[in-house]
């Protein structure tokens, strides 16, 4: 029945796209013309005391005149802004007159289409990088490169791992607050970055991560818990996530509840598994104390990864 | 493996259905064209003030943590009083032909230390080194009896007292030694990128991290249970190899990931503190195994035309294990058969493939489809494994157990621009989960959505986000070997029938060029629909607002606050039967930051200035947890103040002078531990670790010279 309606679906979407027919709109004819003298015109005003200063490109890998790759081998400034006579030709003194715009970069403020700056940047980097880029989260939501790439300037935050996660949060904003939760990776120290899970230009995977699935790229960092496992616990090879949180928690080991309640969402075995724990439990004195307090259950049920001892089924051992 | 290659080409029609919409589409999408011809014979790039030597800054001066504070440490490396010496640099240096060096280092003289080395010739190699350490402290107030703390053999002193619970043991209190939980990360990477010809590329990276220091473990004999400093000694290596080749149109790369972890310590073995009538005075716990997992990986992408890119990733990987087993007990008053093997052979493996195909239609619309399949074949053999309990009975064999799974999901969806300012987008996924050897067989969710992202007015932009998913499962059957069983009304939260529903909405407003206000507000509501016992729904709701405010040039501000609820609610039974008790947990978390950057004033000709930078953040959590009718458990509360301040002082072009001032504070109520010495409970040894609570002071002077 489910596999029908999935059918049924693709079909409908099939004809819709059959059905649409819109006309491209006609581009505005304009016959653009770049500067008498490049990159010297430019810096006339864009100098390191103007509004806008740019010079730090020259300390940068853009800047490479012997790389015929770059915008230095090309055409200057006007490689990536675009022809730039008209907006070069107007005086600076003239206040009267708005000057033309030439192509900008940025999201908030910038003028050109956030699609039209990235197709700037991709007709050099559209490399096997960016080949998920298209169809990504950040591509389809509109997200510009400038939006966390710095060109001019000899130090851009996001390619320092230790600094990309607070570019990262500016549009991240609820995992900048579960960064601060008292079990965390160790983000906001700079001591990992977003990068290490994710692949910001986009991947093929879920949330955009780096390896095939979630669980494999945890094991990347947490590879004692990849087993295969004499007794392995379920859960937690199919997804790490049934029980963690990754982005930070209020609870021990990034724990998306706590124990004793985390694990009776699945265990409901007569005895212990099934008590409703309660406030009034706490007490040391308590015999059901030990089931709750220190580690709760892990303080018997400690191989909740998996064990590899022989009597180690109920992951005791 | 045959069967696996099979799966990953049958039974998709719908993916075929959808290829042949979009390669009917006629129109392309308009990329930028590159200028053709340009007369740049005047273009002498006079003014261009390229780089070459060496340039960059060093940063040298004194810090001063303090108070000696273990939590502190935590992440940061300043868990010890007194001064530190402030060390970094970050170093440039370009060549001729494009040649380049970046050397990149701080808290050179901290544990948390990172350096990264990069250079190379811009278009021909690049090679890299980097070094980072992360220390994760735990607690320095745990205290234990045991003897040869650190390794794998712990033993109780030769007076010790053994008694049926804590309070009888009456050397506890003499025998106390304090011990530190905290391990530490230290990896070393490498890597080397070639790309000889602009088709071809070669990259190979390897690290290798040790992992050393302590963690916490239980050991358990029947029904008591001491928790052990449990010795942390890993090695992980991973090795990335690839090579690609970019066409024109199209590229293909193919890789192979290796990962080899190894753990000195295979077991855990130590004293059993308490008076046992079994007879078990020691216990024995296993240690990670060894482990390896290799994959290789073909990926690439075809560019159709302008408009249509379609790419895909294969991934075939081989997970093994095969540790030498312990034996089942280390109590020899008990008489067990023979091991069914030596070690475990353990083998499973793993396919995924990933493809996307996306196509814009035309210039409004985009059509997109993306197909996942994930494969776990599980080969390890099965066995019957006589089963000793804690070391201490023998309650019958068991069997392990086979985990095949499979995981199938196709996303589809159109973005149209409805009009030049509004954009809407819709798609519908299909994902269908196997499980053949858990108690649900297979699900099948349907999830649509739709979004609408609308400028507006010149300066706001709204997005607007619904999704419905509805998971269907199939019968519940049992086939765990658990002993007792399940409640026959229990349905595990991941394989239930499954209703959710999400909402996401955020606007961003700039009322002033350099002006930027968002809210975001996101909803997800899960409900369970299957049995009566366990998880039974769960929502989760966050808020957040944030702020940036440019004054001028030289000030500006920004902010955020946030405010996050997540419920759950779940039934249990006592009574082995219906729900009986019904429990509810709210972790509710607000937080907020606020920062100001401001340049004092700056000198264009003597280049002298004043640079103030501040940065506040306050985030609280209380969590509830309560039984309906009875008594609640008290709030879990943490608390984290951190203040970040700097002055920079610029002396001249090159030489500035710095202050930095670093603050935080964190406070825990935590039941768990709070007031659980190791003689608290009565049937378990603890190491009377409390929280990490801290409040603590760093400030640091120095001189950055920039060259």
């Known amino acids: ?317 | 493996m045959t069967r696996l290659n099979r799966r990953f080409l049958a039974g998709q029609p719908v993916v075929g259905l959808i290829l042949i919409g979009v390669s009917t589409s006629g129109a392309a999408a308009e990329l930028w064209t590159q200028a053709g011809e340009v007369d740049k014979s005047e273009w002498e790039c006079k003014y261009c003030l390229f780089e070459s030597g060496l340039s960059g800054d060093v940063q040298l001066g004194v810090g001063s943590v303090d108070e000696d504070q273990f939590g502190f440490g935590n992440y940061t490396g300043y868990d010890d009083d007194g001064a530190y010496l402030v060390l970094g640099a970050d170093l440039r240096y370009r060549g001729e032909e494009a040649a380049y060096w970046r050397l990149n280092s701080s808290r050179l003289a901290l544990d948390s230390r990172s350096v990264r080395l990069e250079g190379g010739r811009q278009g021909s190699y690049r090679v890299g080194v980097d070094y980072l350490e992360i220390p994760r402290l735990y607690s320095d107030r745990a205290e234990t009896p045991f003897t040869g703390v650190g390794g794998n053999d712990l033993q109780l002193p030769d007076n010790w007292v053994k008694a049926g619970t804590t309070d009888g043991m009456t050397e506890l209190d003499n025998s106390l030694r304090p011990v530190a939980l905290r391990t530490d990360r230290r990896r070393v990477g490498v890597g080397v990128e070639i790309t000889p010809t602009s088709r071809w590329s070669y990259s190979a990276d390897f690290r290798r991290e040790r992992k050393e220091g302590l963690n916490v473990i239980g050991g358990s004999v029947l029904f008591r249970s001491a928790l052990l400093p449990e010795p942390v000694d890993y090695t992980t290596e991973q090795l990335d190899l690839g090579v690609g080749y970019q066409g024109d149109h199209w590229n293909v790369q193919v890789g192979y990931y290796g990962s080899f972890f190894r753990d000195d310590n295979r077991s855990l073995r130590w004293d059993n503190p308490f008076g046992d009538p079994t007879g078990a005075n020691e216990g024995q716990l296993a240690l990670p195994p060894d482990n390896e997992f290799h994959q290789v990986t073909l990926s690439g992408r075809y560019d159709v035309s302008e408009a249509t890119r379609a790419s895909a990733r294969v991934s075939l990987g081989r997970m093994t294990q095969n540790d030498e087993f312990l034996p089942y007990t280390v109590n020899p008053s008990l008489t067990t058969g023979g091991l069914p093997r030596d070690s475990l052979e353990g083998e499973i493996r793993t396919a995924n493939l990933d493809a996307r195909l996306v196509s814009a239609w035309n210039e409004r619309l985009t059509l997109q489809a993306d197909f996942r399949h994930d494969e776990r074949d599980d080969e390890t053999p099965t066995d019957s494994f006589d089963y000793v309990s804690t070391d201490a009975i023998l309650p019958g064999a068991r069997e392990n157990r086979q985990y095949d799974r499979r995981d199938s999901r196709l996303a589809m969806q159109g973005r149209y621009q409805l009009t030049p300012k509004t954009r809407v987008s819709t798609g519908a996924d299909y994902d269908r989960k196997r499980r053949p050897d858990e108690e649900v067989e297979e699900t099948q969710e349907t999830t649509v959505w739709a979004e609408a992202a609308s400028r507006l007015h010149p300066t706001s932009q709204l997005v607007v986000g619904l999704a419905y998913a509805d998971r269907d499962a199939s019968e519940y059957r049992v086939v765990d070997a658990a002993i007792p069983e399940q409640n026959p009304l229990m349905v595990k939260f991941n394989m239930a029938s499954r209703e959710q529903e999400r909402a996401e909405a955020r606007l961003t407003v700039s009322p002033r060029e350099h002006i930027d206000f968002g809210v975001e507000f996101a909803y997800r509501d899960n409900d369970y629909t299957d049995g009566a016992i366990g998880l039974r729904s769960s929502r989760d709701t966050s808020v957040s607002f944030d702020a940036t405010v440019l004054v001028s040039r030289s000030l500006s501000f920004h902010g955020f606050a946030s405010r996050e609820v997540h419920d759950n609610e779940q039934t249990g039974s006592q009574n082995f039967s219906v729900p009986d008790w019904f429990a509810t947990t709210e972790d509710d978390i607000n937080s907020a930051g606020v920062g100001v950057s401001w340049e004092v004033f700056h000198d264009s000709f003597t280049q002298k200035g004043l640079n103030l930078s501040l940065d506040y953040v306050r985030s609280d959590a209380t969590g509830k947890i309560g039984i309906r009718n009875e008594t609640d458990f008290p709030d879990l509360e943490s608390s984290v103040t951190s203040i970040q301040a700097q002055a920079r002082y610029r002396v001249s072009e090159t030489v500035s002078t710095e202050l930095a001032y670093y603050y935080e504070r964190f406070e825990s109520d935590d039941w768990m531990v709070d007031g659980v010495e190791p003689d608290t409970l009565p049937t378990v040894l603890t190491l009377g670790s409390e929280g990490l609570d801290y409040d603590n002071h760093v400030i640091a002077a120095y001189v950055r010279y920039r060259f």
């Open chain 1, 1 to 317: 029945m489910r596999q029908r309606r999935a059918y049924a679906i693709a079909a409908l979407l099939f004809l819709i796209s059959i059905g649409f027919t819109v006309s491209a709109q006609e581009s505005e004819e304009t016959s653009p013309t770049y500067t008498d003298r490049g990159a010297d015109r430019c810096l006339k005003c864009h100098d390191e005391f103007s509004e806008f200063p740019v010079m730090d490109i020259f300390k940068t890998k853009h800047a490479e005149s012997s790389d015929p790759r770059t915008p230095f081998a090309k055409l200057q400034c006007e490689t990536c802004h675009g022809p730039g006579s008209e907006h070069a030709d107007m005086a600076i003194d003239d206040d009267e007159e708005e000057r033309p715009p030439i192509r900008d970069f940025g999201h908030r403020g910038a003028e050109t289409p956030v699609a039209e700056q990235n197709a700037v940047c991709l007709s050099c980097h559209d490399d096997r990088h960016r080949n998920d880029w298209r169809g990504s989260a950040h591509q389809t939501g509109q997200v510009a490169c400038a939006d966390c790439h710095r060109i001019h300037t000899t130090h851009d935050p996001v390619l320092t791992p230790s600094e990309e996660p607070q570019v990262c949060f500016q549009c991240h904003t609820r995992e900048r607050s579960e960064s601060y939760r008292a079990s965390s990776h160790p983000l906001r120290y700079g001591l990992m970055s977003c990068g290490s899970c994710h692949e910001p230009h986009g991947s093929l995977t879920e949330s955009m991560l780096r390896r095939s699935t979630l669980n494999q790229t945890c094991y990347e960092c947490h590879a004692e818990k990849r087993g295969p496992f004499l007794w392995e616990h379920a859960p937690v090879s199919e997804d790490c996530t049934h029980c963690h949180q990754p982005h930070g928690s209020n609870h021990p080991a990034l724990l998306t509840q706590r124990a004793p309640l985390l694990c009776q969402r699945c265990h409901s075995q007569a005895g212990h598994p099934s008590i409703a724990f309660t406030g009034d439990l706490l007490s040391g004195a308590s015999p059901t104390a030990g089931l709750l307090l220190g580690q709760s259950c892990m303080n018997c049920h400690s191989q909740v990864h998996g064990s590899n001892h022989p009597s180690g089924v109920n992951l005791k051992r």
